[in-house]
């Protein structure tokens, strides 16, 4: 079982190991979230990255990292870390390299590239039981192309492809459990927003071998329609309307390791976004509204506390 | 040493073993699969050091191989077909990447209809994906070219990764004899991959295929791979130098067979340009002045060595065995713009599209082409593309027809 040193804000490392002027949006929660995993991760890592907004954090000459990157395609990246890891093992083994030569292999991607075009990479990955961290900062939509709805696009929202006057029709799709039912090593969703609790995951995720997950909801401006000043707070919602619950799938059992009490009503986290405005105006579309929030009261019940 | 059997497949598994590949991706797709089986079993059985991964795709293989050379490693993948077609992304992405490997191609026509016989048009759909491409006529060619693959790829004037094709079928199943190496003289001429700067290590960190803004630095790095590619026309011709001097065995980046004196020549690539030979030599004997040419390099393209050899010929007769819907044969295409505005060009090219999805060619096709071929010398008209068929075939694809007709019919159908 992996020990955690990080227990209050006053733990968490400032090194601030991760450059600046990266061409992300201000205010972009998954950026927020990568700065603090990377302060905890360290240089010793080599990013592969899937087609998404992140891909421009490395543009020719500049990186904002310390250590490696490799940028593969949008389904692919699992697959990519698969060779980085083999081929490090590799020379290990031939000892070709020392120890200290080796490197943290993660994985880096959207929603998009981890809950469609990269699934069935990912799924293959931890079916071979991969050691790798695979990072998925969730915009819930395909933000680099301009905030269509993918996979983890949430009931209603409104998206450059649901524009309809009930937004998204489809369901969030669960993430956490097609990797948990995959019995990896370590399952998470955090949030940049809560930061003890993110460094407290990725302290545990880079202590344990195999296949590895941490999403991170990632609040963002252009896409979800908000000014960028409100990120924080707007992640903080998520937590506390338990719209974005906070576990971890570790030793085979599911944890929550922040259990919102009590309760926010959902719309609290709605209404600060313009994704969600038709669910306020021209008048409230209270089925809807009533819709979204039972499905996070039937979360939460569903839930041994 | 005394030649052993092998089919083609496995003369590749050989190459890969005595090039000491430290890392396979795999992915099984027929007619490549024995290759995986046979690296497997051999890994497996400890007669080669290595590790063998199976992906859950080709997609997912090619980038497994290209991060894994990008990380230092010495690495060797297979495919055919659908499965270099399903990986094409990733084709075009991991030559960008600069880390060289060996690719096998074993080549299989493509859907649609679906068919798991041979022509070119799978391989010759990554042609300008910045891949080198050698093309194998025999079993021995496809060991010996798989050992100089990893020589030329890995030249730091190149640095690009390769495919070595072989057709499926008519080479990947065929017993020929084949001289193995000793693994003492391949290590000699082949040393151990030194990957310089392309690597990933905790103390020297490294940024690779990252993203570009702008035309500029887009166009200078596809051009730099490009210009790459060309010095591989050089690097090939060093490495075939040595390859010789090692091993007793030349190959040319284009081979020119009973060339020096031909008014007409063939040209094609692959396994059936070794029937074209046989047809050649039958012509000759008729006192027809018939030459072969058979491109073993075609990226790069040799482009100044075919105008050279073919200098002065009164024609030459392109057989594809490939088809450009809508335009017609590929090589007939590479060639006319090879040879154009070239002093002592060939006036003449004439195209036959032959060989899809495993369809023969016959000595007498061979024999109808050189006559018509001649014809068109003669008289300066040039025929319009043709696709080899024989009545007997149509026949028989109309016998199929008739039997699907009578099928629906018989199912209640209009
Ligand atoms: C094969 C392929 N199809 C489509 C695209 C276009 N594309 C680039 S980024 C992107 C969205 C990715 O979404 P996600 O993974 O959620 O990352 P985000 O953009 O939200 O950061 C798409 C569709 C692509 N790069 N590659
Ligand atoms: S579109 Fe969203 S996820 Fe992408 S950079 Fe901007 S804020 Fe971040
Ligand atoms: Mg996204």
Redesign the pocket.
Known sequence: MAKTLIRRMKDLPSTHLFGSGT?????????ESLHQIYEILGPRTVFVNAA???T?LAIYPFTPFRGSWLYTAMASAPAGAQGIRDALDILLAQQRIGADEDLNVVVLT?DGSANGMGLSATSAAMERGLDFLYIC?D?EGY??TG?QFSAATPHGARTATSTGPHGFGGNKKDLFSIWAAHKPAYVATAIGAEPVDLARKVETAKQLKGPRLIITL???????DFD?RDAADIGKLAVKTGIWPLKEYIDGKVVHSKIPHPRLPVEEYLKTQGRFNHLFQPQRDEALLAEIQDSVDRYWDGIAV | MQPKLLTGNAAAAWGARLARVDYVPAFPITPQTEIIETLGRWIEGGQMPGRMVTLESEHSMITAAGAAAATGVRVFTATSSQGLLYGMEMIYTVAGWRAPFVLINVSRGLASPITLEPDHNDVLAARDSGFLQIHCATCQEVLDSVIMAYRIAEDPRVRLPIIVNLDGFYLSFTREPVEIPEPKSVADFLPAYDPESTRFRASSPNSQAVAVLGGAPYSYFRYESHLASLNALDVHAEVAGAFAQQFGRHYEAVEAYRCEDAEIVFLMIGSFATKAKAAVDRLRDAGEPVGLVRPRLLRPLPAKELAQILAGKQAVAVIDQNISVGMGGMLHAELASALYGKANAPPILTSFIGGLGGRDISPEEFYEIAAITRKAAQSGVIPPARLLYTQEEYREVQKLQAIAHAERHEMGAE
């Open positions: 061409p992300m949006c201000a205010g972009c929660g998954g950026l998404g907004c992140m421009l959207g900062y915009n933000g680099n905030q990632a609040p963002c401006p252009p896409g979800w960028p």
